[in-house]
């Protein structure tokens, strides 16, 4: 059970680092536009100004780099079954991208629904992101379903964790 976990949780690191890297370059102003272009569809916005191209970009690029790093660290006991880290551009190109597109599709969703960037979404707030990757990896290696359920479970309660110590640190914004 223990292997499960941890190789659930390295293979989902791209993902995580993706997720996590748009709050640490929100002052930057390089590429600082909303991926929605400011268009907005019954008086609310498609996504929000919080989901930017510099997010995107840095977000995907960082999660390229943890899978890099996965390679250069692969064999390791932590490898999922079947895992092929010599294709780590593409397991970290769609563990990232994949991670933010299922965030920015979760925004669209909250906007719809008149839910204010911020304000939480339980549970899709903490879910968001690994399935996304999930859902994107999926193109290039289809893990096992034990290590997708893992890391979908995992992540709802790593989000939880992760997000308030960044709340509390001063480094995230909202609780959620």
């Given at each position: 059970m223990t292997s499960l976990i941890l190789q659930s949780l390295f293979l989902m690191l791209p993902a995580y680092v993706a997720n996590m890297t748009p709050i640490f370059f929100r002052k930057v102003n390089f590429l600082n536009y909303p991926l929605d272009f400011n268009m907005t569809y019954n008086g609310y916005p498609l996504l929000g100004k919080n989901k930017t191209f510099r997010g995107l970009v840095f977000g995907t690029v960082f999660a390229?780099?943890?899978?890099?790093?996965?390679?250069?660290?692969?064999?390791?006991?932590?490898?999922?079954?079947?895992i092929n880290y010599s294709h780590w551009f593409w397991l970290g190109l769609l563990l990232g991208f994949g991670a933010l597109f299922g965030d920015a599709l979760k925004s669209f969703f909250k906007r719809r629904l008149g839910i204010r960037a911020g304000v939480r979404f339980i549970p899709w707030d903490q879910l968001d992101y690994s399935l996304g990757a999930m859902l994107f990896v999926s193109f290039v290696y289809l893990p096992p379903w034990e290590i997708v359920v893992t890391a979908v479970i995992a992540s709802f309660f790593l989000h939880i964790i992760v997000t308030r110590l960044a709340y509390w640190s001063g480094v995230r914004e909202e609780k959620w």
């Open positions: 390229l780099v943890m899978a890099f790093v996965q390679h250069l660290l692969s064999p390791t006991s932590l490898d999922p079954p079947g």
